[in-house]
């Protein structure tokens, strides 16, 4: 049977437990502004710079809980900044204290129930990469070249910070439009997918 709506995904359960401690209540107030993660501003184009001093890698946990896990690998790993998502006010107040204590640098917070962006985030990015590769890989193998030769650039891509590089960050579209005259006489070449690509990024830029 078929619904007309989407449904939120919630979270079930007390986000406060007992009444906080002036301690807790404390760490609340003022600790928190200080790790927390501030979606209202745009965030650094290397999202390590969210961290003091700035880190190479960057890990996401969803649901930290009372964030045994989150400190554990923040302790164990002080090159790696942690972002850790939880909706319950005592986990997040529990790592507040830890990070106050260890005077750890390396973890900022959301203390919100993030799941529902987060699921569609990782769908975006698995998927368009999937979607993405299939198609190079159909222009690769038009050319008579492997498609394996893709993977360590898109790597590079990513180890770059995902900085746009080539013809359409140049703004050479003569290159571009030789790029589709090569597609359009390629055999079932995706041609209507580059179009589509090239004419998005000419827009932004």
Not at 146 to 164: A, C
Request: glycine share 10%; net charge negative.
């Amino acid at each position: 049977m078929g619904h007309d709506h989407e449904h939120d995904l919630r979270s079930y359960g007390r986000r406060r437990g007992r009444v906080p401690s002036p301690r807790q209540a404390a760490l609340w107030r003022d600790s928190l502004p200080r790790f927390a993660l501030d979606l209202s501003q745009p965030l650094p184009t290397r999202i390590g710079e969210l961290f003091a001093p700035p880190v190479a890698d960057v890990w996401l946990e969803i649901g930290f809980g009372g964030g045994e896990h989150l400190l554990w690998q923040a302790r164990h790993s002080p090159g790696v900044g942690l972002i850790g998502c939880e909706p319950f006010q005592d986990g997040v107040v529990k790592v507040l204290s830890a990070i106050e204590e260890d005077q750890l640098t390396n973890i900022r917070l959301l203390a919100d129930d993030a799941r529902p962006l987060y699921h569609a985030g990782a769908a975006i990015a698995s998927n368009y990469l999937v979607t993405l590769h299939a198609v190079a890989s159909e222009l690769f193998r038009a050319a008579g070249a492997p498609p394996e030769g893709l993977v360590p650039l898109m790597r590079r891509t990513i180890d770059n910070g995902f900085e746009l590089t080539g013809p359409i960050e140049r703004g050479d579209w003569e290159t571009v439009d030789a790029h589709r005259c090569a597609i359009r006489a390629a055999r079932n070449a995706p041609q209507d997918r580059y179009a589509g690509c090239s004419s998005t990024e000419k827009c932004s830029a």
